[in-house]
């Protein structure tokens, strides 16, 4: 955008200098509209930058000469090659909006208001992070900051908003890719672990604070705000049958280590489980805590004193001798010759 206020004024100064006369008579009105066409022309600084003031001072029906009047301009022109230039590295002192409208895009592609494209080129091994984005906001006051309806403060708010009627499917309000593989994969190197997001609610390095946190979450899914809105169907974490990989686990909790072999959970802590509700297996519709639809094996029972364990339509429970419990009953083979023959004896 630079270059269209510099090309016009390339143009207007090249006229200047092939006139004969040694004398203009310049209007304000032109040095006006230049220095509006430079202003506009450029990005605006992140912070506020004044350009020195012009050499000479024209007024309506100044009579200039060329020098002078080139001197000017050459004012302006340094100005923009460096003050009112693209920063590299700029901050800003007041809130920044980006505006736009989008309005085709070829299917399985990604159209972008804003693109934030950037190339990392160590020159040595590193360490470091390294972030096309970094959202740090550092929040300096004595005053309050607390959640009303769900806002907080926040480092980024992605949020989608619908003002039309037409049907939108598959909506989200982010989408992380912790590795994209174009057509130049050919030239990738070894990649030896890749995270779609990693999310950690407290950093902290070596300080000496003694702040107590009550509550620390590193994903927090909060129930849908419904108002008018009518919502069939709501999960809050949702897993696709992973199956690309050699192994897959869909949530692995307490090692890094993916296991050998397909699982929907592994969880290798030591940790106890606590579940409220009724756990189905082979059933969504558990009748009792727990509901087995299938065989159930059992390789060892615990040695504490027990009760005897009856079941009666497929229910276990505690159970003494009760006609109830019992099955298939028939008159005994044998009798009190048998009993007798019995030799009862004690151990420990």
Not at 39 to 67: E, H, K, V, W
Not at 87 to 100: D, H, N
Not at 101 to 121: C, E, K, P, R, V
Request: glycine residues 8%.
């Amino acid at each position: 955008m630079l270059s269209k206020s510099a090309s016009a004024e390339s143009r207007l100064m090249s006229r200047m200098r092939a006139t004969s006369i040694s004398n203009l008579r310049i209007k304000w009105l032109w040095l006006a509209a230049l220095t509006f066409l430079l202003g506009t022309a450029s990005i605006q600084s992140a912070s506020a930058l004044t350009c020195s003031p012009y050499t000479y001072t024209f007024s309506n029906g100044t009579t200039a000469d060329a020098g002078q009047v080139n001197s000017n301009f050459s004012n302006i022109l340094t100005c923009a090659n460096t003050l009112l230039a693209p920063l590299s590295a700029p901050s800003f002192t007041t809130s920044l909006g980006v505006a736009g409208t989008i309005t085709d895009s070829t299917d399985g592609d990604t159209a972008a208001l804003a693109n934030f494209q950037a190339t990392i080129s160590p020159t040595a091994d590193s360490g470091t992070n390294t972030a096309a984005i970094l959202a740090v906001p550092i929040y300096n006051t004595s005053h309050n900051l607390y959640e009303v309806d769900t806002n907080a403060p926040t480092a980024a708010i992605f949020q989608n908003l619908i003002v039309n009627t037409g049907t939108i499917a598959d909506i989200s309000g982010a989408q992380f890719w912790g590795l994209w593989v174009g057509d130049d994969a050919s030239t990738m190197g070894t990649v030896s672990s890749v995270q779609g997001g990693i999310f950690k609610p407290i950093e902290s390095f070596d300080n000496s604070l003694t702040t107590t946190v009550t509550k620390a979450v590193g994903i927090h899914v909060e129930d849908s705000v419904k108002d008018n809105l009518h919502i069939t169907g709501q999960a809050g974490i949702q897993i696709d049958a992973l199956a690309a990989a050699t192994n897959n686990t869909s949530l692995l909790i307490g090692q890094t280590t993916v296991p050998t072999g397909s699982f929907g959970i592994y969880d290798a802590s030591t940790n106890n489980v606590y579940l409220n509700g009724s756990v189905g297996v082979g059933t969504s519709s558990p009748g009792q805590k727990l509901e087995v639809n299938g065989k159930v094996k059992i390789d060892s029972f615990g040695s504490a004193t027990s009760s005897t364990v009856c079941q009666l339509s497929g229910v276990l429970s505690s159970c003494s001798s009760s006609r109830r419990y019992k099955e298939d009953i028939k008159p005994a083979s044998f009798g009190l010759r048998e009993i007798l023959q019995m030799e009862p004896v004690t151990f420990k």
